[in-house]
């Protein structure tokens, strides 16, 4: 399966500002996914992010909020954009492995003071 | 909306199976059933998925009703390793095969 490196692993923020995740995976893939742990809750998918083209967003993400890059086929930035309390989550990047498995980074545990 | 449902939490005694449900009634024919689990908000990990037939693999069993309607998750000796939160997941096969999760059951193997 895909091994993914995403960065950095956790960071604390003063609101207003912007934080970019990045997510670089050791094989290429077609789809990326973001998605938000919020505390205690499940994930939900953000977006959908396929090379070439702009990410899909989920109901209730937007793209000024949520800007995603996807330059190459091995890498991707979420950004997260001027940011409150309320964006306190933990982001996780996920791929589509060739094997229908689904490999998810470790995760961005983010803070916003 | 959510595409499954799942007891919030469930205890198991160590060295018995643990059986996981999960209703998806909804399920369209081309969207596939996943379960994950994580553990102390660690990346999520792969357990099985399927589509209509019953899967097996080193991990688990997966048994996936006639109907599709519901399925459950068998872990055969639960150990205390097992201990995690366990995930639901229907994938929209003709959406970019975006998984899209449930609440999750918290499972707790005790000894």
């Known amino acids: 399966s895909a091994v993914i490196s995403q960065k950095p692993s956790r960071d604390i923020c003063q609101r207003g500002t912007s934080l970019t995740i990045q997510c670089q995976v050791d094989?290429?893939?077609?789809?990326m996914f973001w998605y938000r742990q919020q505390p205690g809750q499940s994930l939900t998918l953000i977006a959908t992010?396929?090379?070439?083209?702009?990410?899909?967003?989920e109901s209730g993400f937007v793209i000024d909020k949520f800007p995603i890059s996807r330059p190459n086929l091995t890498f991707s930035t979420l950004t997260v954009s001027n940011m409150s309390p309320e964006d306190s989550s933990i982001y996780l990047c996920?791929?589509?492995?060739?094997?229908?498995?689904?490999?998810f980074g470790s995760g961005t545990r983010l803070t916003v003071v | 909306d959510a595409k499954t449902t799942q007891p919030p939490s469930m205890d198991c005694a160590e060295g018995r199976a643990a059986n996981l449900p999960c209703n998806h009634s909804?399920?369209?024919?081309?969207?596939?059933v996943y379960w994950y689990r994580q553990i102390h908000s660690q990346g999520p990990q792969y357990i099985i998925h399927?589509?209509?037939n019953n899967e097996t693999n080193e991990m688990a069993s997966l048994i996936i009703t006639e109907d599709r309607k519901s399925s459950t998750l068998i872990l055969p000796h639960a150990t205390l390793r097992d201990t995690a939160v366990y995930y639901c997941i229907v994938m929209i096969y003709n959406q970019g095969g975006k998984l899209i999760f449930g609440q999750g059951t918290e499972l707790s193997v005790k000894p």
């Open positions: 094989s290429q893939v077609t789809m």
């Open positions: 992010a396929n090379q070439g083209s702009e990410a899909t967003y």
């Open positions: 996920s791929v589509r492995d060739r094997g229908d498995g689904y490999t």
């Open positions: 399927g589509l209509k």
């Open positions: 909804t399920i369209s024919g081309n969207e596939y």
